[in-house]
């Protein structure tokens, strides 16, 4: 049996998955924080954060730039 899956439910269930969805959240929900995120410039890892629904200060203790 073959299943049908459109450019829409891709691009769908990718947004999801990264959690582009979602207006609020916390670190402790954050999936994307099991892996961590790419700080790419000089805001890059907190952008990565606040479109995931995140507002971290710049000094929060919870996380760690490695």
Do not use: K, Y
Request: hydrophobic residues 45%; charged residues 25%; without cysteine.
């Amino acid at each position: 049996m073959t299943t049908t899956v459109t450019r829409a439910d891709v691009l769908g269930f990718r947004v999801r998955a990264h959690q582009l969805d979602r207006a609020e959240g916390t670190l402790a929900d954050t999936a994307v924080l099991d892996l961590g995120v790419q700080d790419t410039g000089p805001d890059g890892a907190r952008w990565a954060l606040a479109v995931r629904g995140l507002e971290v200060p710049a000094d929060s203790p919870d996380l760690a730039l490695a």
